[in-house]
């Protein structure tokens, strides 16, 4: 991966980020579930334009765009091109695991990292992450081998333009955050 893997529409970041694995200071996994946001539709947290708060959203792609939801948990997304990123919504559990149930207080690998608060807690990501390479430690990604099965659907906990099919999914993943259903189906 490098900077031009980033600098493309967030719809095609998303999709192919799926099957990556994702380390982040020795604690991580294979991402099996993400959501793409784009500027021009209203779920965006970039729709509005730039604001102190989604700042890295307009700046270069391949950094971290770290928000907190709902005043309670972190969320890790991959800028892309300006305006637009994707949401890393579900890893499943690979290396660090021990680390990872001390920070979730849990040992269930099923519920570590399936959830955008969720993975952000046992990978241990907050606002200090915000802004940073993605292609630069703490971060290390690896491809995958072998291209994965990936089914679409529409993203969730968002109420505009949840008609997008823009959540993507490793296909038959028991740690995705929730089941594919409705009219998604596979990628191309």
């Known amino acids: 991966m490098d900077q031009q893997f980033f600098d493309r529409a967030s719809v095609e970041v998303a999709r192919d980020l799926i099957g990556v694995e994702l380390d982040?200071?020795?604690?991580?996994?294979?991402?099996v579930e993400t959501e793409a946001y784009e500027p021009d539709e209203p779920a965006s947290h970039s729709f509005r334009g730039p604001t102190q708060r989604n700042a890295v959203m307009f700046g270069q792609p391949g950094h971290a765009y770290v928000y907190r939801s709902y005043g309670i948990h972190w969320c890790l997304n991959f800028v892309c091109r300006p305006g637009s990123a994707v949401l890393?919504?579900?890893?499943?559990?690979v290396r660090g695991l021990e680390v990872m149930e001390k920070?979730?207080?849990?040992?269930?690998?099923l519920l570590l990292c399936s959830g955008p608060g969720r993975l952000c807690q046992a990978l241990g990501i907050t606002i200090a992450h915000?802004?940073?390479p993605l292609l630069a430690p703490p971060f290390e990604f690896t491809s995958p081998n072998?291209?994965?099965?990936?089914?679409?659907?529409?993203?969730i906990g968002i109420s505009q333009a949840v008609d997008l099919p823009w959540r993507f999914g490793l296909s038959g993943s028991l740690h995705i955050s929730r089941k594919f259903t409705g009219k998604g189906g596979l990628a191309p």
């Open 103 to 109: 920070r979730r207080g849990l040992a269930d690998p």
């Open 146 to 155: 072998t291209p994965p099965l990936i089914v679409t659907g529409r993203r």
């Open 24 to 31: 982040v200071c020795g604690a991580g996994g294979v991402i």
């Open 88 to 93: 890393i919504r579900a890893l499943q559990p």
């Open 130 to 132: 915000n802004g940073l």
